[in-house]
């Protein structure tokens, strides 16, 4: 079966003066046409580092990549004339030029006439909502203008292959949803185009993607739909606690036998900790709030039901904030 | 092939109309462009006029600023564009599009001519009329082939040094900075080579400015012809011959190690 996206055993090491990182370490994964396929990891995973080689920015170390058939390496033109490239937190483009024009400038390295790009530039802001903002300067939109505007460069071209890099990094709730919705009309409706979507956001991963892969340290740790993925984890409890204090030791959660893992967000305003557990049986959890009464005052606890973290946090064995922390340190 | 042609001309009008364009938003900006080159000069015209030199040292000042502004935005503008395009996100969206990265330079270049030269025009005029510069121009067709073939040189230099940025980033930067004033010495913005110890003018003749100023000086202040000045246009062409291929080859490199070392895409490196 030949698989719009390919990759066969990837690995990528990057070698600085003082030190070697293995960004990926044999990754290998297959997607389909039409399908949006997400890939789900804390900073520093590697989800950028495979999005840059599979765009040929990047050259692997290792192992083999296609897309739409064509070698990453060996057809790297090929490649660039079928994809399209948004990534989040950037806004490429010139913020003199207005909207419009950025737009059209795009557009011109893809070849395309000046006639069809004006029209598809028109339909483009209008179904992403800031026809309104066409002659503002670029410098001049919001963020989450600047972020349609980078959209709809990606989409100028028809690709049929959307690489989407953390898209809605730093937007707010209302337009990272109208982001995410055209999204998946446009890879299902409209042009039946593939996605390949890196993100660090879990709700968004489970809401638009069709299968997910978990990447830690270069390692692919699953990949299936986020409704198996969370299937897979259901043998396991998982309890939210609150407790008081911000500055709680909890790494002794991870010592306690029957613990999978478990994640924590310190809240600043509220001078809390929110805890989020997995474990195998209830022994478990009366040993587990024991443990904690020692240390802290428990606020609350509730019951959840498995999210995409949670499977995160049970092949990791801790959250994504805890993984990103660690890795910056590491580096 | 002719679809490819057509595509890279098509990027290359369009990054040529982006840098048109953006260049000249924000009138402001040519103001202070034409104004401050022009107090630049009046300093080193009053000083000879102060020194009793000969009346065509004027000229040559005026000649030398309006070329150094090629040379500013060529360094500036050219060299360190690609360095800025990386800082932005632009560079990573360039390469991830199926079209040649010499016709963007070109485009930058191109863009880069048009912009200085209207600037470059204003100054020469400006210069002319307020210190009464006599001009003896015999042959203006001359005096044209030498200034295209010295912006053909500069900007090739121009793109060869785009790809040195590119990947060295700052290294590169600082690299601008010490090739600004030494170029202005040594291609005679001041005043005439000739006058520069042998030792001194050999180092000169590597730049190509130093023939295309001392070609454009001789046809515009001197009134000399195609005849006298042969060596300067062939010099002129044979640096362009040398640095076009050179750059392409340079991008080439440059971008193939970037992706190896993923220093192109990746900021924090």
Redesign the interface.
């Known amino acids: 079966m030949q698989y719009c996206i390919e990759t066969k055993g990837l690995v990528r090491i990057f070698k600085t003066k003082n030190e070697t990182v293995k960004a990926l370490d044999g990754v290998t994964v297959s997607i389909s046409e039409g399908e949006i396929f997400g890939l789900l990891g804390p900073n520093g995973a590697g989800k950028t580092t495979l999005i840059k080689i599979l765009t040929t920015l990047l050259l692997p170390t290792t192992g083999e990549a296609y897309v739409g058939g064509f070698n990453v390496v060996k057809e790297s033109d090929k490649v660039r004339r079928i994809i399209g490239l948004v990534s989040g937190g950037e806004t490429p483009g010139y913020g003199i030029l207005s909207a419009r024009e950025n737009l059209w400038f795009f557009s011109q390295l893809y070849g395309m006439s000046s006639s069809n790009a004006k029209e598809k530039i028109k339909l483009l802001m209008a179904d992403l909502d800031f026809e309104q903002y066409a002659s503002k300067r670029m410098s001049r939109l919001s963020t989450g203008y600047k972020q349609r505007l980078n959209l709809a460069r990606g989409l100028l071209s028809d690709p049929s292959v959307l690489f989407l890099d953390e898209p809605t990094l730093g937007l707010d709730v209302l337009t990272a949803k109208k982001l995410r919705g055209y999204i998946v009309d446009w890879a299902k409706k409209e042009a039946k185009g593939t996605v390949l979507l890196t993100t660090h956001y879990m709700a968004e991963a489970d809401e638009m993607c069709d299968r997910v892969a978990i990447i830690d340290r270069g390692r692919i740790l699953a990949c299936e739909s986020p409704k198996v993925l969370k299937e897979n984890i259901k043998g396991n409890q998982i309890m939210k606690i609150e407790v008081s204090s911000i500055q709680a030791d909890v790494s002794f959660l991870s010592k306690i036998s029957g613990v999978v893992g478990y994640s924590e967000t310190r809240s600043i305003q509220t001078g809390t900790t929110a805890l989020k557990v997995m474990f195998e049986d209830e022994s478990t959890f009366t040993e587990i709030k024991s443990e904690l009464e020692k240390k802290t005052k428990i606020l609350s606890i509730s019951e959840t039901e498995p999210t995409l973290e949670d499977v995160y946090i049970s092949l990791v064995g801790r959250g994504f904030e805890e993984q990103s922390a660690e890795m910056a340190t590491d580096a | 092939m002719r679809?490819q042609l057509?595509?890279d001309l098509?990027?290359a009008?369009?990054?040529l109309?982006?840098r048109v364009?953006?260049g000249n938003?924000?009138p402001e900006w040519l103001l202070a462009e034409m104004t401050i080159p022009i107090l630049t000069l009046s300093a080193y015209i009053y000083l000879y006029k102060m020194l009793n030199a000969p009346a065509e040292f004027a000229g040559f000042v005026i000649v030398g600023g309006t070329m150094m502004a090629f040379w500013s935005n060529v360094l500036w503008n050219m060299s360190a564009q690609f360095y800025w395009e990386k800082e932005?996100?632009?560079l990573?969206?360039?390469?991830?599009?199926?079209?040649s990265r010499m016709a963007i330079l070109l485009g930058m270049a191109l863009g880069g001519i048009v912009n200085t030269t209207l600037r470059a025009a204003a100054i020469l005029v400006a210069g002319t009329v307020i210190f009464q510069v006599p001009l003896m121009i015999q042959e203006p067709l001359t005096a044209v082939l030498v200034f295209i073939l010295t912006i053909i040189a500069v900007y090739a230099l121009g793109m060869l040094f785009a790809s040195l940025f590119m990947m060295y980033g700052r290294e590169a930067w600082h690299t601008a900075n010490l090739l600004q004033e030494p170029v202005y010495f040594l291609s005679g913005f001041y005043f005439p080579t000739r006058y520069l110890p042998f030792a001194v003018q050999l180092v000169a003749s590597l730049v190509p400015l130093t023939f295309g100023l001392d070609g454009i000086r001789r046809v515009l202040i001197l009134g000399e012809g195609l005849g006298d000045i042969w060596l300067n246009v062939a010099a002129l062409i044979v640096f362009s011959a040398i640095l076009l291929p050179l750059a392409r080859f340079a991008l080439n490199y440059m971008e193939?190690l970037g992706?190896?070392?993923?220093r192109?895409?990746?900021r924090w490196?």
Do not use: D, H, S
């Open positions: 679809e057509i595509r098509r990027v009008f369009a990054r109309w982006v364009k953006g938003r924000e932005t996100g632009n990573e969206i360039y390469l991830a599009a199926p079209v193939n992706k190896r070392e993923g192109l895409t990746l490196q």
